[in-house]
């Protein structure tokens, strides 16, 4: 299997396979990391600061339903402009560059969508949780020792 280096580079028409494999490294597990998010988008005809929306969002102490919601609700609008990159790289007439550009792209947009639809109030939850399973192992631990002696 090519690289994505060579399959970006060169003059030959995109075939089918081409544009199939770009299509799955986007989508390929935890392909989007490493990629910084847009520092600034059009979404429904306004400009947005997406990487100051993302960072204010992900960095909140106290997070209100309603801003819950309207994350949800960027992050909708982001995974559509992502399939629509999908889209032209599917469909397009586009070229090599141009098709790993719109990859590129739509790996940033993904990684946006990530970030916005992983509440910081569920990762407390799971921090609270690994801590409790510590103290848990640690209870246990006692126990047995108390046991052998």
Known sequence: MRDSVGLCEGTAPLTPSD????IARIHSLLNWCGELIPQQIEVGGRQIDLRDVVYDYITKDNITDEEKQ???ALA???SEEEDKLEEAI????????RACELSHEARMLLRAVDELRSSPAE????KKLHLL???DDEKRWNKFVKQLR
């Open 123 to 126: 990762a407390a939850d799971v």
């Open 133 to 135: 399973k510590k103290i």
């Open 76 to 78: 909708d609008m982001l």
């Open 70 to 72: 309207q994350a949800i």
């Open 90 to 97: 599917r469909t397009g007439d586009v070229d090599r560059q």
């Open 19 to 22: 544009r199939g494999r770009i």
